[in-house]
């Protein structure tokens, strides 16, 4: 069974960065595409951003583009998500998810495996 635990969540004020933390269980971590989604109350599911298994391909929704940044680290089974430049429109729960496949996606209905969350908030 694969685990993936966020970290690296909070309150920061508008403008403000924060770097989110998604470690994974197995030993299968680099044989598949990671992602960054995120769910504000009452609303969707929505993409942020993906990652390919080697980390050669990226993906970002258009309104995070040039101020978020994925990457990971398949030696230490982990996936980042940067976050400059934060705004109060970013407020949501980040969840990390693990593709069904070694290629980046934008489709919730890609990912197999989901973390519980982590909290982000932006103040204005």
């Known amino acids: 069974q694969v685990q993936l635990v966020e970290s690296g969540g909070g309150l920061v004020q508008a403008g403000g960065s924060l770097r989110l933390s998604c470690a994974a269980s197995?030993?299968?971590?680099?044989?598949?595409?990671m992602g960054w989604f995120r769910q504000s109350p009452g609303k969707d599911r929505d993409f942020v951003a993906a990652i390919s298994r080697s980390g050669g391909n990226t993906l970002s929704a258009d309104s995070v583009k040039g101020r978020f940044t994925i990457s990971r680290d398949n030696a230490r089974n982990t996936v980042f998500l940067q976050m400059n430049n934060l705004k109060p429109e970013d407020t949501a729960v980040y969840y990390c998810?693990?593709?069904?496949?070694?290629?980046?996606?934008?489709?919730?209905?890609?990912?197999?495996?989901w973390g519980q969350g982590t909290q982000v908030t932006v103040s204005s």
């Open positions: 998810a693990r593709s069904a496949s070694n290629y980046a996606s934008t489709r919730v209905v890609e990912y197999a495996y």
């Open positions: 197995g030993r299968t971590f680099s044989s598949y595409a």
